[in-house]
């Protein structure tokens, strides 16, 4: 997948398990402050292509998935008094449903691609005075710029393991997903570095997984299954006033999705800001086991 939409609510921001290094999102929170612009929080693109958002304004700014920022206007909104009935039929701000008093959900004119499923998204109230860009291309980087990132995943000779590598095609930095295994294929360790092009690693989040579960009731992730579970990226987006590019990844779980921002501070401390959304009351009514090969 190649982009996202990025949206701002009501939500809270939900962190998960962070490494010693990472300000959980305060370098990102911090460009929206000094720009006088409300955190990012969630929206939902319908499969009709329109959006819905607890995020009351005349415009919002929109950051989708394979397009540009874009503006979409409101266009109507759904009362309190059908807001349950509403979440429930269409699954989108499943939270709502755990909450003591709903409140409205908004309706804006996005003109999404239309599609199967609801799409979790962030975005922003008004039109953003930012210059933003956002979309990636995927590359196989050279084993001599690879170089540096198995020697920080203590990679052995022989041992299987995979990489990618995300950037924007003029831009300096990139960042590359690596991920060693154990000899019976199980994941031994996985990380996200940010290099130049060089090769030279400016950031980076190593996380030892040792063949175990990521959440409760997540699969263990092998070999066999690649890449696609492991920071899965959906944009790429330059954000004026942080040095980096920031990620946009799916960090979702068994029981319920995510989406976050992630990036690199100058002296290369992590910067993550996640907001979460619990999806199985909305979807059976009640807790449920489920196996899922997303980590958590």
């Not at 998204?121 to 710029?145: C, D, M, Q, W, Y």
Request: hydrophobic residues 40%.
């Amino acid at each position: 997948m190649i982009g996202l939409l990025l949206f701002f609510s009501r939500g809270t921001a939900v962190s998960i398990a962070q490494s010693p290094q990472d300000d959980d999102g305060k370098a990102i929170l911090d460009v929206f402050a000094a720009q006088r612009i409300p955190q990012p929080m969630l929206g939902w693109v319908l499969p009709n292509g329109e959006l819905v958002t607890e995020v009351v304004s005349s415009e919002v700014t929109v950051f989708a998935e394979g397009i540009a920022p874009k503006v979409a206007p409101q266009i109507g909104v759904i009362p309190i008094k059908s807001v349950l009935a509403y979440v429930k039929k269409n699954e989108a701000d499943c939270d709502q449903l755990n909450e003591d008093k709903p409140v409205p959900l908004y309706r804006y004119d996005a003109k999404m691609p239309k599609s199967k499923v609801v799409s979790q998204v962030f975005v922003s109230g008004g039109r953003l005075g930012l210059a933003l860009n956002a979309g990636f291309v995927e590359f196989k980087a050279t084993e001599p710029v690879l170089e540096p990132v198995w020697r920080e995943m203590r990679s052995k000779p022989g041992q299987r393991r995979l990489a990618r590598s995300v950037g924007r095609s003029e831009g300096t930095y990139f960042y590359t997903i690596a991920a060693t295994f154990m000899q019976d294929g199980r994941l031994l360790r996985k990380g996200l570095f940010l290099q130049d092009r060089s090769g030279k690693i400016v950031g980076k989040k190593i996380e030892n997984v040792n063949g175990e579960e990521e959440c409760d009731g997540c699969a263990v992730l092998k070999y066999r299954d690649g890449l696609k579970y492991i920071y899965p990226v959906l944009n790429l987006i330059t954000l004026p006033g942080l040095p980096y590019p920031v990620l946009m990844e799916d960090s979702s779980g068994v029981e319920g999705r995510a989406i976050d921002l992630f990036t690199f501070t100058s002296t290369g401390t992590a910067s993550q800001y996640r907001i979460y959304e619990y999806m199985v009351t909305c979807i059976i009514g009640s807790d449920s086991s489920v196996t899922s090969p997303k980590s958590h």
